[in-house]
């Protein structure tokens, strides 16, 4: 019998990688406007710059998290834990350094304070896009008698401010929903670690809840890893049929959940 659902939240519940490409093309029209016309390839380079300096070497060590650079670029590196005190005492440093590679490549040196109003400017586009899908509040509605999980690789206070920030926080503050980052468990999905872990904060067992999410690499591969009755999120209508990793079930509206449950 199915007792609760896990959710991821980033295109699960909240509109999320679109707003990178957003705010990066916003970057581009205000600071590098001579370079707006050709914004497929400095997109790039912004996406495997940001990559390269912020997740493969300033965050190596916590690369299991499975967030990185373009997160610690506007993310609250605040809370508890192992992960969040490493990222307290370096993510403004982090920061800097990420933005001055971005611009070295266009031969462009900035100043420590021009790379703070550049982050400023670029932290506020992408808190101003936090936003969530139609389906979710009707669906969260209906699951009100049920146990409810978070399950999001990210930032234990940034994640719960992006909840805040979109209405849907209230939805997990009861005795009977849990939240869990990637940052907390130190591991993110598909690992079994943070599966266990909120398995275990709900008093669940591994056949009495749904994992919903958009990827089947995390999201769904780690639930199927666990037994957990998996449930991909495609709202793209994006067709997988050579993926290797298989959902339980497929649906293109978080509603469609409810045909599963009762």
């Given at each position: 019998?199915?007792?609760?659902?896990?959710f991821?939240?980033?295109?699960?519940?909240?509109?999320?990688?679109?707003?990178?490409?957003y705010?990066?093309?916003?970057?581009?029209?205000k600071?590098?406007?001579?370079?707006?016309?050709d914004?497929?390839?400095?997109?790039?380079?912004?996406?495997?710059?940001i990559?390269?300096?912020?997740?493969?070497?300033?965050?190596?060590?916590?690369?299991?998290?499975?967030?990185?650079?373009?997160?610690?670029?506007?993310?609250?590196?605040?809370?508890?834990?192992?992960?969040?005190?490493?990222?307290?005492?370096?993510?403004?440093?982090?920061?800097i350094?990420?933005?001055?590679?971005?611009?070295?490549?266009?031969?462009i040196?900035?100043?420590?304070?021009?790379?703070?109003?550049i982050?400023?400017f670029?932290?506020?586009s992408?808190?101003?896009?936090?936003k969530?899908?139609d389906?979710?509040?009707?669906?969260?509605?209906n699951?009100?008698n049920?146990?409810?999980?978070?399950?999001?690789?990210?930032?234990?206070?940034?994640?719960?401010?992006?909840?805040?920030?979109?209405?849907i926080?209230?939805?997990?503050?009861?005795?009977?929903?849990?939240?869990?980052?990637s940052?907390?468990?130190?591991?993110?999905?598909?690992?079994?670690?943070?599966?266990e872990?909120?398995?275990?904060?709900?008093?669940?067992?591994?056949?009495?809840?749904?994992?919903?999410?958009?990827?089947?690499?995390?999201?769904?591969?780690?639930?199927?890893?666990?037994?957990?009755?998996?449930?991909?999120?495609?709202?793209?209508?994006?067709?997988?049929?050579n993926n290797?990793?298989?959902?339980?079930?497929?649906?293109?509206?978080?509603?469609?959940?409810?045909?599963?449950?009762f």
């Amino acid at each position: 019998m199915i007792k609760g659902v896990i959710f991821d939240l980033d295109d699960t519940l909240t509109i999320h990688d679109d707003l990178y490409e957003y705010s990066y093309l916003k970057v581009i029209e205000k600071f590098l406007p001579n370079y707006k016309n050709d914004s497929k390839n400095i997109l790039n380079i912004f996406i495997n710059t940001i990559h390269k300096i912020g997740t493969e070497k300033l965050f190596s060590t916590y690369k299991e998290t499975k967030f990185g650079g373009r997160d610690i670029l506007w993310g609250d590196c605040g809370g508890k834990g192992e992960v969040s005190e490493y990222l307290n005492e370096r993510y403004l440093k982090f920061r800097i350094e990420i933005w001055k590679e971005v611009f070295n490549n266009f031969g462009i040196e900035k100043s420590k304070e021009e790379i703070l109003k550049i982050n400023n400017f670029y932290i506020y586009s992408m808190w101003e896009g936090i936003k969530l899908f139609d389906d979710v509040i009707p669906t969260l509605q209906n699951l009100k008698n049920m146990k409810l999980g978070i399950l999001t690789n990210g930032m234990i206070l940034h994640q719960r401010r992006k909840m805040a920030k979109s209405g849907i926080l209230n939805f997990f503050s009861k005795n009977n929903r849990k939240i869990l980052t990637s940052s907390e468990s130190i591991l993110g999905k598909p690992n079994n670690k943070p599966f266990e872990v909120i398995l275990n904060k709900l008093n669940l067992s591994n056949s009495e809840v749904l994992m919903v999410g958009d990827s089947l690499a995390s999201d769904i591969l780690g639930a199927n890893k666990m037994g957990i009755t998996s449930i991909l999120l495609n709202r793209r209508n994006i067709n997988y049929t050579n993926n290797s990793i298989k959902p339980n079930y497929e649906i293109n509206n978080l509603e469609k959940i409810l045909e599963l449950i009762f």
